[in-house]
Nanobody
Framework: QVQLAESGGGLVQAGGSLRLSCAASGRFLSINLMAWYRQAPGKQRELVAVITSGGSTNYADSVKGRFTISRDNAKNMVYLQMNSLKPEDTAVYYC??????????????WGQGTQVTVSS
């Protein structure tokens, strides 16, 4: 019905940049909130950034000033621009979306995740 697919992860040196993308596909009416989460080994999954359908954003304190979330509603995509990367940013990054499948049903979906590794 609805699938989320992340891309753009990889290995970078500290201070470098990566741009993550998440594409939503399938059958749905619209997408409400879109967000990026991350999870490092042995740690809880944490919210990195969230963006509303109207473009309002919020960020975790650890990434403020370095990461930027954006979305393209026409393409059903959300992006995460990551600059000045630090080794502590190393994690699997997950795309999350609250999807309006029709006028009555809203469902949260998760992508499979993309690995981001930042070397020192």
């Amino acid at each position: 019905q609805v699938q989320l697919a992340e891309s753009g992860g990889g290995l970078v040196q500290a201070g470098g940049s990566l741009r993550l993308s998440c594409a939503a596909s399938g059958r749905f009416l619209s997408i409400n909130l879109m967000a990026w989460y991350r999870q490092a080994p042995g740690k809880q999954r944490e919210l990195v950034a969230v963006i509303t359908s109207g473009g309002s954003t919020n960020y975790a304190d650890s990434v403020k000033g370095r990461f930027t979330i954006s979305r393209d509603n026409a393409k059903n995509m959300v992006y995460l621009q990551m600059n000045s990367l630090k080794p502590e940013d190393t994690a699997v990054y997950y795309c999350n979306a609250d999807v309006d499948r029709d006028f009555r049903i809203r469902v949260a979906y998760w992508g499979q995740g993309t690995q981001v590794t930042v070397s020192s």
